[in-house]
DNA sequence: GCGCGCCTTTAACCTGAGTCAAGTTTCGAA
DNA sequence: TTCGAAACTTGACTCAGGTTAAAGGCGCGC
């Protein structure tokens, strides 16, 4: 477990996929451009723009466990994840552990701080073994001077994650464990269900559970007791990491 | 005490100061350009912009205890508040409250709602008597379409929001009350206080300690034991609302 | 200057959730 | 297939912080 040294490689332009103007049809480019153009952010931008865009993008791997950056490195871009699972979580003085989100593929991550010029305030680490972008505040910014539609797309991101945030602050503040655990699996179970769902259905938990009762703001030791609770409640069955509710209208207005 | 009803008004062209081109020199007019070009988001537009960006604001005034909009209203533009003192919380079923902030002038909220085109996800209401504008969303988006560097500028408004609100989560997680209120009062004396500040000063508090005391997620009573708490270690001593820090160096020390 | 409300304090008690310390299960690597 | 580490569970105990209730106190309008 230690430190990618993916900001170091920023600067070196050998690492970039720098090719000469008229020339931009390397096979790595082109892959690149290709996943380029299904990210949420850059949909709409011509291939011009998206294959400008590309040189100063680096895709590359991480191995779970590995630490992609500490609170107070310096930002250099912002992060895409293409496949695996990311925490980002900050640790108190004491050594405890606070997870604020668990990334999946599509998501992004590191944007405000990027545009504030500061370092980073928590840390990054796989869950999973992981394949992500790398996306440099240059283009970034050169791409958001040129094109307000782009500024748009932005400003909608943040927004969407402030509110997120929000959210979240609400439910730590005015829900006990108990229903933010309930919560949390309405919600999960929601994000896979592609129309609304009724009666029994099961939910996987994307990481071990210690993770999520972090992500929860609780302890494991709580979490477990509280599955238990529900599941002595007859509201849920637990195998493994798959959590079976037994009826999601019920699990629904137990809440509250 | 009752919803302000802005949001209405905002559709009656006769309410804005809208004024025939060629001559933009009304009184109000004129008077609210003034106002705007003091405010940080639209520093650096020119007088032409200010002008224009003046025909979607309106200046109001609101009592003590107005409530400037529900969660759940539809969001018709942002405020920026030039006078008095704003929290903004949310409610839950059983009536608890929790505050997420305490807006003082120059502060400016709902944005992030506005972008998203959602409804207010937190209540408003003032705690003192109030002098705010209202911007009009249109103007904003007309002006985002136009201009990249307010783009920019709101990106970093939005970021910085974010910064807060993450920051805000690790102190609600991983800081005990009395931590939380010592890092408040510190904050507090920052933000005064031009230079550093050494030995003795003072901070008064900006409201009442009962939303004081929601505000950094505790209940009346144990901000009030922890006040007293923090008379009796001998490093602060009360006044009503004015917190007398004895040595400002010793109660950082104390953290942690 | 009086009296009424609303903050604020204080005390006694309660409880949700954390801590600590054993287990037990699971799972991956050898 | 076994071994060991990591994840998870369980129980007993503790404690920070919430609840309830009853006084103060102080600011403000009349």
Redesign the pocket.
């Known amino acids: 477990m230690h430190t990618v040294d993916c900001l170091q490689r920023d600067n070196s332009p050998a690492s970039q996929t720098d090719v000469p103007p008229g020339c931009e049809a390397s096979p790595e480019h082109v892959s690149l451009c290709r996943l380029l153009a299904h990210i949420p952010l850059l949909n709409g931008l011509s291939d011009q723009e998206i294959s400008r865009f590309a040189r100063g993008v680096r895709e590359f791997k991480a191995e779970k466990g590995e630490v992609l950056f500490h609170r107070g490195d310096p930002c250099h871009g912002f992060h895409f994840l293409l496949e695996g699972q990311i925490k980002l979580a900050f640790t108190s003085s004491d050594g405890h552990e606070k997870v604020i989100e668990i990334m999946r593929p599509g998501h992004s991550f590191g944007e405000a701080v990027m545009f504030m010029d500061k370092p980073y305030v928590v840390m990054a680490q796989t869950l999973t073994d992981c394949r992500l972008l790398h996306i440099a505040k240059n283009v970034v910014f050169e791409e958001m001077s040129r094109d307000p539609l782009f500024c748009r797309k932005i400003i909608a991101g943040l927004s969407q994650r402030l509110h997120h945030l929000i959210a979240d602050v609400e439910t730590y503040s005015l829900r006990?464990?108990?229903d933010r655990i309930i919560g949390y699996l309405l919600r999960e179970e929601e994000m896979n269900g592609d129309q609304v769902t009724q009666g029994r259905v099961s939910v996987r938990l994307p990481t071990?559970?210690?993770t999520i009762a972090s992500r929860l703001?609780?302890?494991?030791?709580?979490f477990?007791?509280v599955?238990?609770d529900l599941i002595d409640s007859g509201l849920i069955e637990?195998e493994?990491?798959t959590i079976h509710i037994v009826d999601i209208e019920r699990l629904r207005d137990s809440l509250n």
């Open positions: 006990n464990g108990r071990n559970k210690g703001n609780l302890t494991q030791e709580h477990s007791r599955l238990h637990v493994g990491r």
